[in-house]
């Protein structure tokens, strides 16, 4: 059975930085796609960061945010830094089984997901 932990979420202040960790168990990210999404209140989930033998990110976090991963521990990670109050939201690592996905910062194209992190940023 496959599961995603996240960790790392909190309250900062605007211009603080946050890292998230999302530790996989029954799955092995390897070379497939994985992702980080995520979703305020009353909005949609957003893709923000993606990465398989490529990186993508959301222009929202482009700059600002580097999603990386260790194999060796198997972990996924999103280091977050100069945050905004826009960022404010329930943050969702997931992961694909398939190397490459046509839509990478799309939900639709992920297979497994965490069961979500808050980050809030204040002004």
């Known amino acids: 059975q496959v599961q995603l932990l996240e960790s790392g979420g909190g309250s900062v202040h605007a211009g603080g930085s946050l890292r998230l960790s999302c530790a996989a168990s029954g799955y092995t990210y390897g070379t497939n796609t994985v992702a980080w999404f995520r979703q305020a209140p009353g909005a949609e989930r957003e893709g923000i960061a993606a990465?398989?033998?490529?990186?993508f990110y959301a222009d929202s976090v482009r700059g600002r945010f580097t999603i990386s991963l260790d194999s060796a521990n198997n972990t996924l990670y999103l280091q977050m830094n100069s945050l905004k109050p826009e960022d404010t939201a329930m943050y969702y690592c997931?992961?694909?089984?398939?190397?490459?996905?046509?839509?990478?910062?799309?939900?639709?194209?992920?297979?497994?997901w965490g069961q979500g992190t808050q980050v809030t940023v204040s002004s």
């Open positions: 990465s398989n033998r490529f990186t």
């Open positions: 997931a992961a694909s089984v398939r190397p490459w996905v046509p839509r990478p910062l799309v939900a639709s194209e992920y297979d497994y």
